[in-house]
T-cell receptor, first 115, second 112 residues
Framework: NAGVTQTPKFQVLKTGQSMTLQCAQD?????MYWYRQDPGMGLRLIYY???????DKGEVPNGYNVSRLNKREFSLRLESAAPSQTSVYFC??????????????FGPGTRLTVT | DAKTTQPNSMESNEEEPVHLPCNHS???????IHWYRQLPSQGPEYVIH?????VNNRMASLAIAEDRKSSTLILHRATLRDAAVYYC?????????????WGLGTSLAVNP
């Protein structure tokens, strides 16, 4: 049981390049999330998917797109990377058991640098 | 959205109890209080959550004030492995939109 896995662990991009961050979970969770974490700031939600086939914007969606490929996988795409997108990206999943519960399980993160 | 306020940093000695405070004065009646922690170079990890009553689990205890405007995470015996950033988070319920509102957290140092 690997939990939440993310690839790659590290990536360096030049401004304007595109890339996709991959995330997969093996816990049969309904909901999945993408966050970014910047120094001196808390985690900020980029996009989330409450269930397979649905996606919604979070707090900072500009410059990103997502795909909920199936129940296991949720990818984050940067179409044209900018230095402001240098950050650590975390994927998370949760079972959505009902009101109040819904603890999230996080992956190890992807450290992205855009030069 | 309601926000949380925590001290930037705290220090404890190994095997002593640690009380990590959190203020959430603008919490609404349906917001749950969650605590997560993040060890260096790792993703956040769920610790505990509650609504009104105090809660205990194998990792920690959560004491919630009667007016719900503050809460305290209690680690009963700190170990070196508990050195991490602890986040007090509100889980906002707005219809089908349940989301976690993250603050800056408290960096806990544990001295041997």
């Amino acid at each position: 049981n690997a939990g939440v896995t993310q690839t790659p662990k590290f990536q360096v991009l030049k401004t304007g390049q595109s890339m996709t961050l991959q995330c997969a979970q093996d816990m049969n969770h309904n909901s999945m999330y993408w966050y970014r974490q910047d120094p001196g700031m808390g985690l900020r939600l980029i996009y989330y998917s409450a269930s397979e086939g649905t996606t919604d914007k979070g707090e900072v969606p500009n410059g990103y797109n997502v795909s909920r490929l199936n129940k296991r996988e949720f990818s984050l795409r940067l179409e044209s990377a900018a230095p402001s997108q240098t950050s650590v990206y975390f994927c998370a999943s949760s079972e959505s058991k009902g009101r109040g519960r819904n603890e999230q399980y996080f992956g190890p993160g992807t450290r992205l640098t855009v030069t | 959205d309601a926000k949380t306020t925590q001290p930037n940093s705290m220090e404890s000695n190994e095997e002593e109890p640690v009380h990590l405070p959190c203020n959430h004065s603008t919490i609404s009646g349906t917001d749950y209080i969650h605590w997560y922690r993040q060890l260096p170079s790792q993703g956040p990890e769920y610790v505990i959550h509650g609504l009104t009553s105090n809660v205990n689990n194998r990792m920690a205890s959560l004491a919630i004030a009667e007016d719900r405007k503050s809460s305290t995470l209690i680690l009963h015996r700190a170990t070196l492995r508990d050195a991490a950033v602890y986040y007090c988070i509100l889980r906002v319920n707005a219809g089908n939109n349940r989301k976690l509102i993250w603050g800056l957290g408290t960096s806990l140092a544990v001295n041997p």
